[in-house]
């Protein structure tokens, strides 16, 4: 069994910044990529950022240059921080992680997700 547990979501005025984390835990052989998702009302999810267990990353052109994702593999840990936040930016923000299992192939999982909302 697999946990993705988000934290660091909340209300912010524009401009401003947070930072999101997501742990994962339960019986993991081994992490492939990490990313974060988001998804505002009426809106399809979408990606926002990605790492690769290399630590090669990959942005949305709409949070280059204000958003930087990264992670921490000893605490099966994956971060986004977020600078100079818009009110479009408001949403549902979801980590997704690649994981194995021991003695099973690899599969995506899903965190809870948290709300950021961007607002004056």
């Known amino acids: 069994q697999v946990q993705l547990v988000e934290s660091g979501g909340g209300l912010v005025q524009p401009g401003g910044s947070l930072r999101l984390s997501c742990a994962a835990s339960?019986?993991?052989?081994?992490?492939?990529?990490m990313g974060w998702y988001r998804q505002a009302p009426g809106k399809q999810r979408e990606l926002v950022a990605t790492i690769r267990s290399g630590g090669s990353t990959n942005y949305a052109d709409s949070v280059k240059g204000r958003f930087t994702i990264s992670r921490d593999n000893a605490k099966n840990t994956v971060y986004l921080q977020m600078n100079s936040l818009k009110p479009e930016d408001t949403a549902v923000y979801y980590c997704?992680?690649?994981?194995?299992?021991?003695?099973?192939?690899?599969?995506?999982?899903w965190g809870q997700g948290t709300q950021v909302t961007v607002s004056s």
């Open positions: 339960g019986s993991i052989f081994s992490i492939n990529a």
């Open positions: 997704n992680v690649n994981i194995k299992l021991r003695y099973s192939i690899a599969n995506d999982y």
